[in-house]
Protein backbone atom coordinates (compact mmCIF):
# COMPACT_ATOMS: atom_id res chain seq x y z
CA UNK A 1 0.00 0.00 0.00
CA UNK A 2 1.64 3.42 -1.30
CA UNK A 3 -0.23 5.63 0.73
CA UNK A 4 -4.03 5.65 2.14
CA UNK A 5 -4.87 7.95 -0.81
CA UNK A 6 -3.37 5.70 -3.48
CA UNK A 7 -5.23 2.56 -1.57
CA UNK A 8 -8.82 4.48 -2.63
CA UNK A 9 -7.83 4.13 -6.21
CA UNK A 10 -7.30 0.10 -5.44
CA UNK A 11 -10.64 0.14 -4.02
CA UNK A 12 -11.96 2.33 -7.21
CA UNK A 13 -10.40 -0.26 -9.39
CA UNK A 14 -11.93 -3.10 -8.32
CA UNK A 15 -15.50 -1.27 -8.26
CA UNK A 16 -15.06 -0.70 -11.75
CA UNK A 17 -13.82 -4.12 -12.41
CA UNK A 18 -16.85 -6.17 -10.80
CA UNK A 19 -18.81 -3.79 -12.79
CA UNK A 20 -17.78 -4.59 -15.56
CA UNK A 21 -18.12 -8.36 -14.56
CA UNK A 22 -21.79 -7.75 -13.55
CA UNK A 23 -22.55 -6.08 -16.60
CA UNK A 24 -20.58 -8.65 -18.80
CA UNK A 25 -22.74 -11.71 -16.75
CA UNK A 26 -25.90 -9.77 -17.33
CA UNK A 27 -25.36 -9.69 -21.07
CA UNK A 28 -25.03 -13.36 -21.18
CA UNK A 29 -27.57 -14.39 -19.84
CA UNK A 30 -29.74 -11.64 -21.33
CA UNK A 31 -28.44 -13.66 -24.60
CA UNK A 32 -29.24 -17.18 -23.25
CA UNK A 33 -31.76 -17.97 -26.15
CA UNK A 34 -29.80 -15.79 -29.20
CA UNK A 35 -28.86 -17.92 -31.95
CA UNK A 36 -25.02 -17.42 -32.42
CA UNK A 37 -23.92 -15.55 -29.30
CA UNK A 38 -21.00 -16.72 -27.94
CA UNK A 39 -20.67 -15.87 -24.16
CA UNK A 40 -18.29 -14.38 -22.93
CA UNK A 41 -16.06 -13.88 -19.95
CA UNK A 42 -13.75 -11.14 -18.65
CA UNK A 43 -10.51 -11.11 -18.00
CA UNK A 44 -8.92 -9.06 -15.10
CA UNK A 45 -5.26 -7.99 -15.42
CA UNK A 46 -3.67 -7.06 -12.03
CA UNK A 47 -2.26 -3.13 -11.83
CA UNK A 48 1.02 -2.82 -10.57
CA UNK A 49 3.77 0.19 -10.93
CA UNK A 50 6.81 -1.28 -11.71
CA UNK A 51 9.05 1.33 -12.58
CA UNK A 52 8.92 3.52 -9.17
CA UNK A 53 9.23 7.25 -9.99
CA UNK A 54 12.53 8.59 -9.40
CA UNK A 55 14.43 9.32 -6.38
CA UNK A 56 11.55 6.88 -4.71
CA UNK A 57 11.31 3.39 -3.55
CA UNK A 58 8.00 1.59 -4.15
CA UNK A 59 7.32 -0.78 -1.58
CA UNK A 60 3.48 -1.52 -2.46
CA UNK A 61 1.91 -5.09 -3.45
CA UNK A 62 -0.04 -3.78 -6.21
CA UNK A 63 -2.62 -1.02 -7.19
CA UNK A 64 -5.93 -2.76 -7.86
CA UNK A 65 -7.37 -4.68 -11.21
CA UNK A 66 -8.17 -3.59 -14.44
CA UNK A 67 -10.07 -5.12 -17.03
CA UNK A 68 -7.92 -7.02 -19.62
CA UNK A 69 -10.47 -8.18 -22.06
CA UNK A 70 -13.65 -9.35 -22.57
CA UNK A 71 -13.41 -12.58 -24.14
CA UNK A 72 -15.69 -14.84 -26.38
CA UNK A 73 -15.43 -18.30 -25.08
CA UNK A 74 -14.22 -19.78 -28.83
CA UNK A 75 -12.33 -22.89 -30.15
CA UNK A 76 -11.21 -22.11 -33.33
CA UNK A 77 -10.72 -25.65 -34.21
CA UNK A 78 -14.71 -26.80 -32.85
CA UNK A 79 -15.62 -23.79 -35.11
CA UNK A 80 -14.23 -25.21 -38.46
CA UNK A 81 -15.53 -29.04 -37.48
CA UNK A 82 -18.57 -27.73 -36.76
CA UNK A 83 -18.83 -25.99 -40.05
CA UNK A 84 -17.36 -28.92 -42.15
CA UNK A 85 -19.79 -31.21 -40.34
CA UNK A 86 -22.65 -29.37 -40.82
CA UNK A 87 -21.90 -28.84 -44.56
CA UNK A 88 -22.08 -32.76 -44.98
CA UNK A 89 -25.26 -32.80 -43.44
CA UNK A 90 -26.63 -29.98 -45.77
CA UNK A 91 -25.70 -32.07 -48.47
CA UNK A 92 -27.33 -34.98 -47.21
CA UNK A 93 -30.36 -33.62 -45.95
CA UNK A 94 -31.16 -31.55 -49.27
CA UNK A 95 -30.27 -34.76 -51.11
CA UNK A 96 -32.50 -37.03 -49.17
CA UNK A 97 -35.41 -34.39 -49.05
CA UNK A 98 -35.57 -34.72 -53.04
CA UNK A 99 -35.06 -37.72 -53.59
CA UNK A 100 -37.11 -39.04 -50.91
CA UNK A 101 -40.06 -36.46 -52.45
CA UNK A 102 -39.30 -38.15 -56.10
CA UNK A 103 -39.61 -42.10 -54.58
CA UNK A 104 -43.22 -41.06 -53.26
CA UNK A 105 -43.70 -39.36 -56.67
CA UNK A 106 -42.80 -43.35 -58.40
CA UNK A 107 -45.58 -44.44 -55.93
CA UNK A 108 -43.68 -48.09 -56.01
CA UNK A 109 -44.63 -50.88 -54.38
CA UNK A 110 -48.83 -49.90 -55.42
CA UNK A 111 -51.82 -50.26 -57.65
CA UNK A 112 -51.14 -46.94 -59.24
CA UNK A 113 -47.71 -47.58 -60.37
CA UNK A 114 -45.38 -48.69 -63.24
CA UNK A 115 -45.49 -52.20 -62.33
CA UNK A 116 -48.98 -53.08 -61.98
CA UNK A 117 -49.34 -51.45 -65.42
CA UNK A 118 -47.49 -54.05 -67.17
CA UNK A 119 -48.30 -56.44 -65.65
CA UNK A 120 -52.52 -55.67 -66.65
CA UNK A 121 -50.84 -55.23 -69.56
CA UNK A 122 -49.56 -58.62 -69.87
CA UNK A 123 -52.69 -60.24 -68.53
CA UNK A 124 -55.14 -58.41 -71.13
CA UNK A 125 -52.89 -59.85 -74.15
CA UNK A 126 -53.63 -63.38 -72.11
CA UNK A 127 -57.05 -62.75 -72.28
CA UNK A 128 -56.93 -61.41 -75.70
CA UNK A 129 -55.24 -64.76 -76.64
CA UNK A 130 -58.15 -66.92 -75.31
CA UNK A 131 -60.54 -65.03 -77.38
CA UNK A 132 -59.53 -63.43 -80.30
CA UNK A 133 -62.19 -62.16 -81.65
CA UNK A 134 -63.87 -60.58 -78.72
CA UNK A 135 -64.14 -56.58 -79.39
CA UNK A 136 -64.11 -56.14 -75.26
CA UNK A 137 -60.86 -58.07 -75.27
CA UNK A 138 -59.29 -56.05 -77.50
CA UNK A 139 -60.99 -53.07 -76.30
CA UNK A 140 -59.31 -54.02 -72.95
CA UNK A 141 -55.53 -54.11 -74.04
CA UNK A 142 -56.22 -50.79 -75.70
CA UNK A 143 -57.20 -49.47 -72.68
CA UNK A 144 -54.54 -50.83 -70.49
CA UNK A 145 -51.66 -50.12 -73.11
CA UNK A 146 -52.37 -46.43 -72.60
CA UNK A 147 -52.54 -46.82 -68.58
CA UNK A 148 -48.83 -47.99 -68.76
CA UNK A 149 -47.87 -45.55 -71.07
CA UNK A 150 -49.55 -42.90 -68.66
CA UNK A 151 -47.74 -44.20 -66.68
CA UNK A 152 -44.38 -43.95 -67.64
CA UNK A 153 -45.15 -40.48 -69.32
CA UNK A 154 -46.44 -39.14 -65.31
CA UNK A 155 -42.81 -40.74 -63.70
CA UNK A 156 -41.32 -39.02 -66.39
CA UNK A 157 -43.24 -35.54 -66.07
CA UNK A 158 -42.33 -36.03 -61.98
CA UNK A 159 -38.85 -36.31 -62.76
CA UNK A 160 -39.01 -33.10 -65.05
CA UNK A 161 -41.11 -30.89 -63.01
CA UNK A 162 -38.31 -32.13 -59.72
CA UNK A 163 -35.65 -31.23 -62.13
CA UNK A 164 -37.16 -27.64 -63.00
CA UNK A 165 -38.04 -27.13 -59.48
CA UNK A 166 -34.22 -27.99 -58.08
CA UNK A 167 -32.73 -25.20 -60.92
CA UNK A 168 -34.97 -22.72 -59.28
CA UNK A 169 -33.45 -23.85 -56.19
CA UNK A 170 -29.93 -24.00 -57.55
CA UNK A 171 -30.18 -20.37 -58.59
CA UNK A 172 -31.78 -19.43 -55.27
CA UNK A 173 -29.13 -21.08 -53.39
CA UNK A 174 -26.33 -19.55 -55.04
CA UNK A 175 -28.33 -15.74 -54.72
CA UNK A 176 -27.97 -16.56 -50.99
CA UNK A 177 -24.63 -17.48 -51.29
CA UNK A 178 -23.87 -14.29 -52.68
CA UNK A 179 -25.35 -12.22 -50.11
CA UNK A 180 -23.53 -14.22 -47.20
CA UNK A 181 -20.18 -13.41 -48.69
CA UNK A 182 -21.34 -9.75 -49.59
CA UNK A 183 -22.15 -10.05 -45.84
CA UNK A 184 -19.22 -11.11 -44.50
CA UNK A 185 -16.61 -9.13 -46.21
CA UNK A 186 -18.45 -6.35 -44.71
CA UNK A 187 -18.20 -7.50 -41.33
CA UNK A 188 -14.57 -8.28 -41.77
CA UNK A 189 -13.91 -4.31 -42.52
CA UNK A 190 -16.53 -3.26 -39.68
CA UNK A 191 -14.40 -6.09 -37.02
CA UNK A 192 -11.29 -4.69 -38.23
CA UNK A 193 -12.06 -0.94 -37.60
CA UNK A 194 -14.29 -1.42 -34.55
CA UNK A 195 -11.42 -3.31 -32.84
CA UNK A 196 -8.78 -0.63 -34.00
CA UNK A 197 -10.70 1.68 -32.52
CA UNK A 198 -10.37 0.01 -28.93
CA UNK A 199 -14.30 -0.63 -29.55
CA UNK A 200 -15.29 -4.73 -28.61
CA UNK A 201 -16.51 -6.08 -31.82
CA UNK A 202 -18.01 -9.28 -30.07
CA UNK A 203 -21.13 -8.99 -31.46
CA UNK A 204 -19.89 -8.46 -35.00
CA UNK A 205 -17.76 -11.74 -34.90
CA UNK A 206 -20.77 -13.76 -33.68
CA UNK A 207 -22.61 -12.52 -36.51
CA UNK A 208 -19.73 -13.16 -38.88
CA UNK A 209 -19.09 -16.63 -37.24
CA UNK A 210 -22.94 -17.37 -38.35
CA UNK A 211 -22.31 -16.06 -41.87
CA UNK A 212 -19.48 -18.07 -42.13
CA UNK A 213 -21.47 -21.50 -40.86
CA UNK A 214 -24.02 -20.65 -43.29
CA UNK A 215 -22.11 -20.65 -46.29
CA UNK A 216 -20.88 -23.84 -45.53
CA UNK A 217 -24.12 -25.06 -45.16
CA UNK A 218 -25.17 -23.49 -48.56
CA UNK A 219 -21.85 -24.22 -50.63
CA UNK A 220 -19.59 -26.55 -48.24
CA UNK A 221 -17.25 -23.44 -48.15
CA UNK A 222 -13.97 -23.58 -45.91
CA UNK A 223 -13.08 -20.68 -43.69
CA UNK A 224 -9.66 -19.82 -42.73
CA UNK A 225 -8.33 -17.09 -40.05
CA UNK A 226 -6.40 -14.77 -41.19
CA UNK A 227 -2.80 -13.52 -38.75
CA UNK A 228 -5.46 -10.11 -38.12
CA UNK A 229 -8.28 -12.33 -37.64
CA UNK A 230 -10.56 -11.31 -41.07
CA UNK A 231 -12.18 -14.17 -42.47
CA UNK A 232 -11.39 -15.83 -45.43
CA UNK A 233 -13.75 -18.13 -47.65
CA UNK A 234 -13.49 -20.71 -50.45
CA UNK A 235 -16.02 -23.06 -52.43
CA UNK A 236 -14.51 -25.86 -54.21
CA UNK A 237 -10.90 -24.73 -53.56
CA UNK A 238 -11.08 -21.11 -54.80
CA UNK A 239 -11.56 -18.13 -52.93
CA UNK A 240 -15.00 -16.29 -52.62
CA UNK A 241 -14.26 -14.25 -49.68
CA UNK A 242 -10.56 -12.35 -49.42
CA UNK A 243 -10.72 -10.07 -46.26
CA UNK A 244 -12.56 -6.83 -46.73
CA UNK A 245 -13.50 -8.22 -50.39
CA UNK A 246 -16.21 -10.82 -51.83
CA UNK A 247 -16.27 -11.84 -55.36
CA UNK A 248 -19.43 -13.17 -57.09
CA UNK A 249 -20.55 -17.21 -57.42
CA UNK A 250 -21.77 -17.32 -61.14
CA UNK A 251 -23.75 -20.05 -62.36
CA UNK A 252 -21.78 -20.34 -65.35
CA UNK A 253 -23.36 -23.03 -67.58
CA UNK A 254 -26.23 -25.47 -67.34
CA UNK A 255 -28.40 -23.03 -65.56
CA UNK A 256 -29.86 -20.05 -67.17
CA UNK A 257 -30.73 -16.84 -64.78
CA UNK A 258 -34.72 -17.68 -65.63
CA UNK A 259 -34.47 -21.33 -64.19
CA UNK A 260 -34.11 -22.95 -67.65
CA UNK A 261 -32.08 -25.68 -68.40
CA UNK A 262 -29.31 -24.32 -72.01
CA UNK A 263 -28.40 -28.31 -72.42
CA UNK A 264 -24.77 -27.62 -70.98
CA UNK A 265 -23.67 -28.99 -67.77
CA UNK A 266 -23.90 -27.68 -64.99
CA UNK A 267 -20.58 -25.31 -63.99
CA UNK A 268 -20.31 -22.75 -61.40
CA UNK A 269 -17.48 -19.50 -61.80
CA UNK A 270 -16.50 -16.71 -59.35
CA UNK A 271 -15.63 -13.85 -60.36
CA UNK A 272 -13.60 -11.35 -58.61
CA UNK A 273 -11.10 -8.43 -58.50
CA UNK A 274 -8.58 -11.08 -58.29
CA UNK A 275 -9.45 -12.62 -61.24
CA UNK A 276 -12.71 -14.99 -62.59
CA UNK A 277 -12.10 -18.94 -61.97
CA UNK A 278 -14.42 -21.80 -63.28
CA UNK A 279 -14.67 -24.35 -59.98
CA UNK A 280 -13.83 -27.85 -60.19
CA UNK A 281 -17.05 -30.22 -60.64
CA UNK A 282 -17.74 -33.53 -58.67
CA UNK A 283 -16.14 -33.86 -55.39
CA UNK A 284 -13.80 -31.21 -55.73
CA UNK A 285 -16.93 -28.81 -56.63
CA UNK A 286 -19.28 -27.37 -54.10
CA UNK A 287 -20.49 -29.04 -51.58
CA UNK A 288 -24.09 -28.84 -48.99
CA UNK A 289 -26.95 -27.59 -50.28
CA UNK A 290 -25.58 -26.50 -53.47
CA UNK A 291 -23.31 -29.57 -54.19
CA UNK A 292 -26.21 -32.41 -53.61
CA UNK A 293 -28.44 -29.69 -55.90
CA UNK A 294 -26.11 -30.18 -58.89
CA UNK A 295 -25.47 -33.95 -58.06
CA UNK A 296 -29.37 -34.05 -58.51
CA UNK A 297 -29.56 -32.52 -61.72
CA UNK A 298 -26.29 -33.73 -63.10
CA UNK A 299 -26.44 -37.39 -62.24
CA UNK A 300 -29.71 -38.61 -59.98
CA UNK A 301 -32.44 -37.66 -61.60
CA UNK A 302 -30.96 -38.05 -65.36
CA UNK A 303 -29.96 -41.32 -64.45
CA UNK A 304 -33.23 -42.59 -63.19
CA UNK A 305 -34.97 -40.87 -66.22
CA UNK A 306 -32.79 -43.09 -68.46
CA UNK A 307 -33.73 -46.04 -66.81
CA UNK A 308 -37.19 -45.22 -67.89
CA UNK A 309 -36.94 -44.04 -71.26
CA UNK A 310 -34.67 -47.45 -71.61
CA UNK A 311 -37.57 -49.49 -70.20
CA UNK A 312 -40.07 -47.21 -72.91
CA UNK A 313 -37.80 -47.81 -75.48
CA UNK A 314 -37.61 -51.62 -75.17
CA UNK A 315 -41.70 -52.11 -74.94
CA UNK A 316 -42.11 -50.09 -77.76
CA UNK A 317 -39.83 -52.05 -79.62
CA UNK A 318 -40.80 -55.62 -78.77
CA UNK A 319 -44.08 -55.29 -78.67
CA UNK A 320 -44.07 -53.16 -82.47
CA UNK A 321 -41.72 -55.96 -83.92
CA UNK A 322 -44.34 -58.58 -82.33
CA UNK A 323 -47.30 -56.81 -83.24
CA UNK A 324 -45.79 -56.23 -87.05
CA UNK A 325 -45.41 -60.62 -86.95
CA UNK A 326 -49.52 -61.10 -86.53
CA UNK A 327 -53.06 -59.98 -88.23
CA UNK A 328 -55.11 -57.50 -87.08
CA UNK A 329 -59.18 -58.42 -87.77
CA UNK A 330 -59.59 -57.63 -91.04
CA UNK A 331 -56.62 -60.25 -91.70
CA UNK A 332 -53.91 -57.46 -92.53
CA UNK A 333 -50.15 -57.39 -91.59
CA UNK A 334 -50.41 -55.31 -87.83
CA UNK A 335 -48.97 -51.94 -88.10
CA UNK A 336 -46.65 -50.20 -84.87
CA UNK A 337 -48.77 -50.81 -81.57
CA UNK A 338 -46.67 -47.99 -79.99
CA UNK A 339 -45.41 -44.50 -81.40
CA UNK A 340 -42.15 -43.81 -79.31
CA UNK A 341 -39.24 -40.94 -80.22
CA UNK A 342 -35.80 -41.90 -78.89
CA UNK A 343 -34.70 -38.13 -78.86
CA UNK A 344 -37.48 -37.67 -76.08
CA UNK A 345 -37.60 -40.33 -74.42
CA UNK A 346 -40.65 -41.76 -72.42
CA UNK A 347 -42.22 -38.72 -72.44
CA UNK A 348 -43.37 -39.58 -75.93
CA UNK A 349 -44.82 -42.97 -75.22
CA UNK A 350 -48.41 -43.25 -77.11
CA UNK A 351 -50.34 -45.97 -77.60
CA UNK A 352 -50.06 -45.56 -82.14
CA UNK A 353 -53.65 -47.35 -82.47
CA UNK A 354 -56.96 -46.91 -81.38
CA UNK A 355 -59.17 -49.09 -83.39
CA UNK A 356 -59.83 -52.27 -81.77
CA UNK A 357 -60.12 -54.21 -84.95
CA UNK A 358 -56.26 -53.04 -85.78
CA UNK A 359 -55.20 -55.20 -83.11
CA UNK A 360 -53.31 -58.01 -84.73
CA UNK A 361 -54.23 -61.26 -82.08
CA UNK A 362 -53.76 -63.62 -84.79
CA UNK A 363 -50.82 -65.48 -86.28
CA UNK A 364 -52.50 -65.86 -89.28
CA UNK A 365 -53.62 -64.34 -91.99
CA UNK A 366 -57.11 -63.69 -93.68
CA UNK A 367 -58.92 -62.67 -90.81
CA UNK A 368 -59.04 -66.11 -88.95
CA UNK A 369 -59.46 -66.18 -85.34
CA UNK A 370 -56.46 -66.86 -84.35
CA UNK A 371 -54.53 -65.61 -80.62
CA UNK A 372 -50.99 -66.90 -81.10
CA UNK A 373 -49.84 -63.29 -81.93
CA UNK A 374 -52.02 -62.07 -78.68
CA UNK A 375 -50.29 -64.69 -76.68
CA UNK A 376 -46.71 -64.23 -77.49
CA UNK A 377 -47.08 -60.38 -77.34
CA UNK A 378 -47.97 -60.55 -73.72
CA UNK A 379 -43.95 -61.90 -73.37
CA UNK A 380 -42.99 -58.94 -75.91
CA UNK A 381 -41.68 -55.80 -74.82
CA UNK A 382 -41.93 -57.65 -70.57
CA UNK A 383 -39.41 -55.06 -68.88
CA UNK A 384 -40.58 -55.69 -65.53
CA UNK A 385 -37.33 -57.06 -64.28
CA UNK A 386 -35.90 -54.15 -65.49
CA UNK A 387 -38.30 -51.75 -63.83
CA UNK A 388 -37.78 -53.33 -60.89
CA UNK A 389 -34.21 -53.25 -60.83
CA UNK A 390 -34.76 -49.60 -61.58
CA UNK A 391 -36.78 -48.63 -59.08
CA UNK A 392 -35.27 -50.93 -56.27
CA UNK A 393 -32.18 -49.50 -57.00
CA UNK A 394 -33.28 -45.60 -56.19
CA UNK A 395 -35.28 -46.74 -53.35
CA UNK A 396 -31.53 -48.61 -52.33
CA UNK A 397 -30.18 -45.04 -52.68
CA UNK A 398 -32.94 -43.23 -51.05
CA UNK A 399 -32.76 -45.74 -48.05
CA UNK A 400 -28.37 -45.68 -47.63
CA UNK A 401 -28.79 -41.75 -47.88
CA UNK A 402 -31.61 -41.55 -44.88
CA UNK A 403 -29.00 -43.74 -42.90
CA UNK A 404 -26.29 -41.57 -43.65
CA UNK A 405 -28.24 -38.66 -42.49
CA UNK A 406 -28.91 -39.85 -39.36
CA UNK A 407 -25.61 -40.49 -38.89
CA UNK A 408 -24.22 -37.61 -39.68
CA UNK A 409 -27.49 -35.66 -37.56
CA UNK A 410 -26.24 -37.25 -34.99
CA UNK A 411 -22.58 -36.29 -35.63
CA UNK A 412 -23.03 -33.12 -36.21
CA UNK A 413 -25.49 -32.98 -32.73
CA UNK A 414 -22.94 -34.18 -30.99
CA UNK A 415 -20.68 -30.95 -32.13
CA UNK A 416 -23.03 -28.63 -31.59
CA UNK A 417 -23.56 -30.20 -28.02
CA UNK A 418 -19.62 -29.57 -26.94
CA UNK A 419 -20.19 -26.16 -28.76
CA UNK A 420 -22.74 -25.14 -26.41
CA UNK A 421 -20.81 -25.66 -23.78
CA UNK A 422 -17.62 -24.04 -24.39
CA UNK A 423 -19.37 -21.22 -26.00
CA UNK A 424 -23.62 -21.49 -24.96
CA UNK A 425 -24.62 -19.23 -21.91
CA UNK A 426 -25.28 -21.81 -18.99
CA UNK A 427 -27.43 -19.81 -16.75
CA UNK A 428 -26.42 -21.22 -13.23
CA UNK A 429 -23.15 -20.65 -13.95
CA UNK A 430 -23.97 -16.98 -14.79
CA UNK A 431 -25.55 -16.39 -11.45
CA UNK A 432 -22.49 -17.56 -9.67
CA UNK A 433 -20.59 -15.24 -11.45
CA UNK A 434 -22.66 -12.62 -11.13
CA UNK A 435 -22.91 -13.30 -6.69
CA UNK A 436 -19.25 -13.67 -6.92
CA UNK A 437 -19.38 -10.14 -8.75
CA UNK A 438 -21.78 -8.64 -6.48
CA UNK A 439 -19.66 -9.77 -3.36
CA UNK A 440 -16.49 -8.57 -4.60
CA UNK A 441 -17.77 -5.30 -5.64
CA UNK A 442 -19.62 -5.17 -1.82
CA UNK A 443 -16.04 -6.35 -0.32
CA UNK A 444 -14.46 -3.36 -2.24
CA UNK A 445 -16.97 -0.93 -1.25
CA UNK A 446 -16.14 -2.41 2.24
CA UNK A 447 -12.58 -1.38 1.70
CA UNK A 448 -13.43 2.23 0.93
CA UNK A 449 -15.51 2.89 3.74
CA UNK A 450 -12.59 1.27 5.68
CA UNK A 451 -10.42 3.71 4.09
CA UNK A 452 -12.36 6.73 4.64
CA UNK A 453 -12.61 6.00 8.71
CA UNK A 454 -8.94 5.47 8.24
CA UNK A 455 -8.47 8.99 7.15
CA UNK A 456 -11.05 10.43 9.43
CA UNK A 457 -8.78 9.46 12.22
CA UNK A 458 -5.62 10.36 10.80
CA UNK A 459 -7.36 13.89 9.73
CA UNK A 460 -10.12 14.47 11.82
CA UNK A 461 -9.00 12.84 14.86
CA UNK A 462 -5.54 13.14 15.31
CA UNK A 463 -3.79 14.91 18.18
CA UNK A 464 -6.67 15.67 19.75
CA UNK A 465 -5.99 13.32 23.12
CA UNK A 466 -7.13 15.07 26.31
CA UNK A 467 -9.50 17.34 24.56
Do not use: C, K
Amino acid sequence: MVGSFGSISTALSALRYNQVALDVAGNNISNASTDGFVRRRVVGESVSSAAPALWSRYDGHGEGVAVGEVRRLVDPLLDTRVRREHAALSYLESSQAVLARVEEGIGEPGTNGVYAAMLDFRNGWQDLALNPGGDAARQQVLGRAETLAQALRIQVSNITGEEADQRVHLNNVVSEINTAAAGLADLNQAILVTEQNGTDAGTLRDRRDQLALRLAELGGAVTTVRPDGQFDVSIGGETLVSGREAGTFVVASGVTPTGAADGLPITFRIDASWGSTTLPTGAAGPGGELGAVTDILTTTLPSYRAGLDAIAADLAAGVNAQHALGYDAAGAAGGAFFSYDPLVGAASLQVAITDPALVAASSITGGGRDGNNADALSNAGDNTGAYQRLVNGFGTQVAALQRQTANQTALAGSLDNSWEQQAGVNLDEETVNMVTAQRAYEAAARLLTTLDEVLDTLINRTGLVGR
